[in-house]
Nanobody
Framework: QVQLVESGGGLVQAGGSLRLSCAAS????????VGWFRQRPGKERDFVAA????????IYADSVKGRFTISRDNAKNTVYLQMNSLKPEDTAVYYC????????????????WGQGTQVTVSS
């Protein structure tokens, strides 16, 4: 059983930056792909970014491409989401998830989820 804990959320002004962390325990972290998703108020949970086991492959939603960067440190069992040039529409609860499927952008590809961290971007 893998446990995931997100941190790093908060309130930031538009144009600012935040770095989210996702710390994993309870499994062999390096065997799992990891993704970030977000859920805005009243909306479905959407894909944001994902990385494969080694971190050598990354994919992004079009809405965050060029502004967000996903990375992982398997030695620390941690995945990061660096978010730059934040916009009010990035306001959401951000979740990290891990799984074995290569369908990185699909919610169904992930078996384990964190509890989420709130990101609020003011205009």
């Amino acid at each position: 059983q893998v446990q995931l804990v997100e941190s790093g959320g908060g309130l930031v002004q538009a144009g600012g930056s935040l770095r989210l962390s996702c710390a994993a325990s309870g499994g062999t972290f390096s065997t799992y792909h990891v993704g970030w998703f977000r859920q805005r108020p009243g909306k479905e949970r959407d894909f944001v970014a994902a990385t494969n086991r080694s971190g050598g492959r990354t994919i992004y939603a079009d809405s965050v491409k060029g502004r967000f960067t996903i990375s992982r440190d398997n030695a620390k069992n941690t995945v990061y989401l660096q978010m730059n040039s934040l916009k009010p529409e990035d306001t959401a609860v951000y979740y990290c998830a891990s799984g074995l499927s290569i369908a990185f952008s699909s919610i169904g590809a992930y078996d384990y989820w964190g509890q989420g961290t709130q990101v609020t971007v003011s205009s």
